[in-house]
């Protein structure tokens, strides 16, 4: 057990300053001080502490050779503060499924973060019986392929609704068109149909290589698991050195704007980056199974 104290825990851009007891890699109680503990103690004064991002990236499973993979986990992930990768596989059929997700999982294991597998389907996969292999599977989320208007109306949606019950994988879309008129067409339509048939689903597309959002993280089922820093919770955070220009600040203008700032990430209680040091560490990452996606209700 360890404490970490006067920590500049930024919330909802505020700070507020903290100390974190530390147990097993968890956070097993957060309070404004621990004075009359004996213990280790780490003083996290000079710091903002944010929790460890989860990022979206797509092009994980084009990557073929151990080099390569570890280049874009260092670059795109583990230098960003990103501890948790979300990723896809693309299935065109659904006896791949299985066997896809199975190939990716063994390509990820030298992964030194955590990591998460939905699929990228085309809407005509979008089936009662697919959707139950999907849920047989526990896959986190279902991206799919948006083309033009016309598909969404074919899909049995009332019958879709009762096939995800009650895992309800969300339904997340990529729309194939570069014409922003068309684009915002087909997520009218498709909101549309997602809120009158009542289906989990999100109503934007996920921006590559982006902190996701609180709301994302719950309805792929990642929140509290991930991103947080509360009681009970993975001790996973990022230290920003904190100056007086930073104010009013939140955790995503922190991650676009000032990466400059960031000094250490630290994943499961082990530190992964210290400095301009980066500490890959093949196979220290885990493949995520969620129990449930959109288990807590939120009100954002």
């Known amino acids: 057990m360890y404490i970490i104290e006067n920590a500049n825990l930024l919330k909802d851009k505020q700070l507020k300053t903290c100390s974190l007891l530390i147990n097993n890699n968890r956070i097993a109680k957060i309070d404004s001080h621990f004075s009359h503990y004996r213990m ?31 280049t874009c986990l260092i670059e795109e992930c583990l230098l960003k503060g990103c501890t948790t990768l979300f990723t896809y596989v693309n299935v065109s059929y659904e006896n791949e499924l299985t066997a896809k997700i199975t190939d990716l999982k063994t390509s990820l294991l030298s992964c030194p973060i955590d990591y998460l597998i939905g699929v990228r389907v085309p809407i005509r996969l979008i089936t009662q019986s697919f959707i139950r292999k999907c849920k047989k599977e526990k896959i986190p989320a279902i991206f799919v392929d948006l083309h033009n208007l016309d598909e969404l109306e074919k899909v049995p949606w ?26 915002k067409s087909v997520l009218s339509k498709w909101n549309g149909i997602m809120k009158r048939e009542k289906i989990p689903a999100l109503y934007d597309e996920i921006e590559e290589n982006h902190p996701l959002t609180t709301s994302v993280l ?14 009970g919770t993975e001790v996973s955070y990022n230290l920003y050195t904190k100056t007086k220009d930073l104010k009013n600040i939140d955790e995503v203008n922190l991650f676009h704007y000032h990466g400059d700032r960031l000094v250490v990430t630290v994943h499961k209680g082990t530190v992964l980056r210290a400095g301009d040091n980066v500490i890959f560490k093949p196979g220290n990452g885990e493949h995520v199974r969620v129990r449930i996606p959109s288990y807590f209700s939120l009100s954002i």
Do not use: H
């Open 40 to 70: 280790i103690k780490m003083n996290a004064g000079p710091y903002i502490m944010t929790p460890s991002y989860v990022l979206f990236n797509s092009n994980i499973p084009q990557i073929k050779s151990f080099q390569g993979l570890k």
């Open 158 to 183: 009332g019958w879709i609704r009762d096939a995800m019950y009650p895992f309800n994988s969300p339904l997340i879309p990529i729309i194939s068109s570069n014409q922003k008129k068309e684009v």
């Open 218 to 231: 719950n309805k792929i089922g990642l929140y509290p698991q991930k991103a947080s820093l509360m009681c």
